[in-house]
């Protein structure tokens, strides 16, 4: 078989063609991630240490993000997370009765109905929430109960199933290795 050359007008058309392809692609792949945030992702959920970007899929962009910790009553922190003064994340730590489980937190947080339990029943999640059992916590102030964390998002369309396993089970590792677990 005889080597026979494409015509150079040939050859051109197809890499005029292969570069305007691929102009457009990049093009089209930038605009259609308007994730700009003007703000760096927080690097903790009010002093509980967390990767950025397993909060990234949960925090909508923006221009300023902000964390604000509440105590609702004796055995529950939570940390407030904004995004232009809208409330977009909120991650806690709660003391419910020993025999509790994370199907029995879940049921009384909006956000994570409906979950998967995962790793034995320590852990629950869903794309918008998720609940995890912290092993081995007690307190002189709540002798009957077991620490529980908490993710909620509350941030409209942002959901990750696979990526809110990751962040509980992160977020209560910390928690087990905190203050707050003695």
Known sequence: MKYAPFPLS???????VLTASLTAGTALSGCSSS?????????????????????????????EVSTRQTTPNDGTKRCNVSVDGELALV????WWEKTGSVVDVAAVHAQVNKGKVITGEEFLH??????????????TAHPDQALFTVVQ????????????KRLITEYTGQVQ?????T
């Open 10 to 16: 040939t050859a051109l058309r197809c890499l005029a």
């Open 35 to 63: 994730e700009e945030r003007d703000y760096a992702l927080p690097r903790s959920l009010c002093g509980v240490s967390v990767d950025p970007d397993l909060l990234a899929p949960f925090l909508p962009p923006g221009e």
């Open 91 to 94: 991650a806690g730590r709660l």
């Open 126 to 139: 869903s794309g918008t929430g998720a609940v995890g059992k912290v092993d081995g916590c007690t307190d």
């Open 153 to 164: 998002v509350f941030a409209s369309g942002r959901e990750s199933s696979s990526t809110m």
């Open 177 to 181: 290795k905190g203050s707050d677990c």
